[in-house]
């Protein structure tokens, strides 16, 4: 391996793409998936340092889209008034042509947190962020 990273292959967020539901969301500029550690405390004997102890994990992420389609509101809109929670299927995916190899990531389960029916400024490209929830992942390419 070499000593100094080929800045060529840093992956560039340019070449990313989204699917929603097997849709391609090409208003999509962003997106964020992290899977969160809960840990608890181990109390130890003869230190003052308390250990970690992973309990559960929870997948988290953000979607970062341009307010051009309306898309969210159309799926989301009716069925939340009907007390409905729909669950969705969000693939990422970063194929830098620099990089030799992509990064294509699966989530399942995706509940979204809120739903943003206006936002707006004079002067101000939309942009909508809606954060969410998954309850499972799948590392497709990597």
Known sequence: MPDILNAAEVRS?????????????????????????????????????????????????TVRIYN?????????????????DLR?????????????SNQRIA?????FDDLTLADWQAAQLGQIEAPFTAEDYEILDS
């Open 13 to 61: 967020g340019t070449w990313g793409q989204l699917w929603l539901d097997g849709e391609q969301v090409s208003e999509c500029f962003g997106c964020q998936i992290k899977v969160n550690k809960t840990k608890e405390d181990v109390s130890r004997c003869r230190t003052l340092i308390a250990g970690k102890k992973m309990t559960g994990v929870a997948i988290t992420g």
């Open 107 to 111: 989530v399942k389960g995706v509940s």
């Open 68 to 84: 051009a389609t309306s898309r969210l509101i159309k799926l989301e809109a009716e069925a939340l008034k009907q007390g409905k």
């Open 88 to 100: 969705h299927t969000i693939i990422s995916n970063l194929d830098d042509p620099d990089n030799s």
